[in-house]
């Protein structure tokens, strides 16, 4: 059946382009993976930039929002301690519902660009 010269060429053939395919898929994972760990590692750089600068600025607010107070209310300690109270509720707040505002979304990110397909006309 496969002992003809013709079925043979064939074979080899049909062998090199599987291996010609097999070479192209490597390739292929490659720069996906690379493209994907380009997208997570740019991700988490701006949000690490953003969470600092935010952090920053979030910090001068607070300071002022507590001198105010202070000067309204009479008492400097008065105006830091409901600050603190203040940021006390919203670290509770912040732990309860950690899951659905933290891991749930990067779940999501994640997921999506990982296990989503491309469209193939691209």
Same mark, same amino acid.
């Given at each position: 059946?496969?002992?003809? $010269? ?5 074979? %080899?053939? +049909?062998? +090199? ?7 192209l898929? $490597?390739?292929?994972i490659? =720069?996906?993976?690379?493209?994907? =760990?380009?997208?997570? !590692? &740019?991700?988490? =750089?701006?949000? !690490?930039?953003? !969470? #600092?600068?935010? &952090? #920053?600025? +979030?910090?001068? *607010?607070?300071?002022? *929002?507590?001198?105010? +107070? %202070?000067?309204?209310?009479?008492? !400097?300690?008065? %105006?830091? /301690?409901?600050?603190? /109270?203040? =940021? *006390?509720? /919203? ?20 997921? $999506? ?7 193939? &006309?691209?």
């Amino acid at each position: 059946m496969f002992s003809g $010269k013709k079925h043979i060429e064939s074979i %080899g053939k +049909l062998f +090199l382009e599987f291996k010609n395919y097999l070479e192209l898929q $490597k390739e292929f994972i490659k =720069l996906d993976a690379t493209e994907k =760990l380009t997208v997570i !590692l &740019s991700a988490t =750089l701006i949000t !690490l930039v953003i !969470l #600092i600068l935010g &952090s #920053i600025t +979030l910090l001068f *607010l607070i300071f002022a *929002l507590a001198y105010y +107070l %202070g000067d309204a209310l009479g008492s !400097l300690s008065l %105006g830091f /301690a409901l600050i603190t /109270a203040f =940021l *006390l509720l /919203a670290t509770i707040v912040f732990y309860l519902n950690r899951n659905r505002m933290i891991v749930q979304p990067i779940a999501r990110f994640v997921t $999506k660009l990982i296990l989503t397909k491309e469209d193939e &006309s691209e």
